[in-house]
Every structure is written in C-alpha cells, then in structure tokens.
C-alpha cells in the first residue's frame, strides 16, 4: 500500500524550503557614494522579510501538526480511536497523529490512551486493492510497546523475515472509515527458535 507517510515527508519538505529564500543586494558598481550607508539599510531592510518569513514558515509547520489541538490529527481532522488485541494483551489507542481516509485507503497511527509508552502505526488498502493497478501494498499494523520491549507487526517488509504465517492480517474489512479484522503477529524482537508470535484481533475507526 502507498504509505500514508509519504504526504506527511513531503509536506515537510515543502515546509522546510519556505524558509530557505535568499536575499541579494541590488547596489551596482557604479553607485560608488553613501555605500556604506546603502550596505546597511539593505541588512536593516532584509532582517525584517526574514524574521517575517521565518515566522511564517512556523506557522505553517505547527497548523499542519494540528496546532498542539489534542481534537486535531497532522492533517487537521478528528482522531479516531484504535482496539488491538495481541494474545492476552489488550491495547487502546487515541488515533491523534493520522486517521485518514484517502481513495478508500486507510492511514492511521496514534498512541496508547492511557497515556503508557506504546504507539501504532496501520495502513489498510480500498476495496478491490488486489486486483487494482494503482500498486496498493497488503495491509499492516505495528504496535510499538516499549514498556514490555516488543514490538508486534502483522505484515509489511518484517513478514518476509519470518517463517510463512508468522506475521500477517489473516482476514479484514475495510470501508475507508472503519477497519475491522484478524492478524497474526509476531514480535520482531525476537529471533531463531525464541520467536514469539501471537494471533490477535483489531477495530480502528475514523470520524466521517
């Protein structure tokens, strides 16, 4: 699937090269009195459109962050909410980074809602992606739990590091708004004949 990421990489960039703008300093050689006074007014008249455009460019970053409104994702829509399940653990989750509906994909990723050290990251490809042209990759979801150093991850580039079965979404649904399934995951920390895997469960959901 075409990572939800990759929007958020490039609209840093674009936020970044707001600021690199240069200044030049129209005196020519023939201007050949007041140039010391000339020189200076030009420092003095471009302090300011920097000063200005490097306020600017901060507005910018933090209105695409959401504006430190906890009500607001980067993209500047509602969160949503996440259950997994991973065996007997159980994890809540505030979908307060990204929960995006795009094409009929879903992007999402958040952390935990009682505030503990555990973030999530999913993408769930549209309706029919198997058999589409638009290059959509399998669905995955990853679960960073440094409290109990684990990381679970069901799919994505980690399932081919694993025995056949070992990381993946066994079954899903996924209506742009609402994904619902099954996976199996394992816990990419672990290797060789200690590798932990787990079957579990998982609902996220994004506002309309």
Known sequence: M???YSFVLVLMMIVAACGGSDTQDDTTAGEDTNTTTSAASDME???TPTAATEET???IAVQALGDGNEDTTFYGNPPGTGTVEVGDIQYEFDLSIL???MAGALGIAGTAADGSDVS????FPPVGWE???EGWEAPSISIDDEGRDVRWEAGGVVADMYPEGSSQIDSFTNDGRIAVGTATFVNSYSFGDDVQVETGQFEFSCPE
């Open 2 to 4: 075409k990572r939800f």
């Open 99 to 101: 929960c995006l509906s």
């Open 57 to 59: 460019t901060t507005s």
């Open 45 to 47: 008249d471009t302090e």
């Open 120 to 123: 999530v990251d999913a993408d």
């Open 131 to 133: 058999t589409s042209d």
